[in-house]
């Protein structure tokens, strides 16, 4: 079972570069998240949709940009990396929201900013 | 500032000993879930909490909301090498699809 799938799994880019990190889910939801993950400060949401051509911002979207064009795919960009940016990076989706929702994840992404 | 404050940060403890997480705000949450984090993966569901005072178990772990659905503990029994990992508590203070984690609890049970 694939369920949400990451690529790439680690990336060093230099300050500057751009790049985007893919996400796929197989599981017909429509809300997808893009989360990182820094040490002791658990998980910020960046971006997330709730179908396919809408998103919308989350607590720490500056530096970032994501599309939704269909079910499945939710990409995330880094335009002009800063180190900053260094983190571990997370995709997720549910089948709804609300009480009771369960969010799954995929396996992260780490990605550092030289 | 982190909405949701877990604590402690790192708890180390031998097999067979108990331990108990908390997880506290000031805000008011419509659900709180605990989720478990191995090293190198994403986080994974363990339970989800909706009404104040609820008290759930799974095999050797029991989780329970506040009555003012302000806080919530997991309490792990005769912890196992199995159980280390990062427990992160998240909660949704509204209806709605928008999580906030706590900055989590790593756990180490040595063997």
């Known amino acids: 079972n694939a369920g949400v799938t990451q690529t790439p799994k680690f990336r060093i880019l230099k300050i500057g570069q751009s790049m985007t990190l893919q996400c796929t889910q197989d599981m017909n939801h429509n809300y997808m998240y893009w989360y990182r993950q820094d040490p002791g400060m658990g998980l910020k949401l960046i971006y997330y949709?709730?179908?396919?051509?809408?998103?919308d911002k989350g607590e720490v979207p500056n530096g970032y940009n994501v599309s939704r064009s269909t079910t499945e795919d939710f990409p995330l960009r880094l335009e002009l990396a800063a180190p900053s940016q260094t983190s571990v990076y997370f995709c997720?989706?549910?089948?709804?929201?609300?009480?009771?929702?369960?969010?799954?994840f995929g396996e992260g992404s780490w990605l550092t900013v030289v | 500032t982190q909405l949701l404050e877990q604590s402690p940060q790192f708890l180390s403890i031998q097999e067979g000993e108990n331990l108990t997480v908390y997880c506290n705000s000031s805000?008011?949450?419509?659900?709180l879930q605990w989720y478990r984090q191995e090293p190198g993966e994403g986080p994974v569901l363990l339970v989800t909490?909706?009404?104040?005072?609820e008290v759930k178990k799974l095999k050797r772990l029991t989780f329970q909301f506040g009555d003012a659905r302000k806080d919530s503990s997991l309490h792990i029994t005769a912890a196992q090498p199995g159980d280390t990992g990062l427990y992160l508590c998240a909660g949704a203070t509204s209806n709605d699809y928008k999580l906030s984690f706590g900055a989590g609890t790593t756990v180490t049970v040595r063997a």
């Open positions: 805000s008011v949450f419509s659900s």
């Open positions: 997720a989706s549910s089948p709804s929201a609300g009480q009771g929702n369960t969010i799954y």
């Open positions: 949709s709730v179908g396919a051509g809408i998103t």
């Open positions: 909490v909706v009404t104040g005072g």
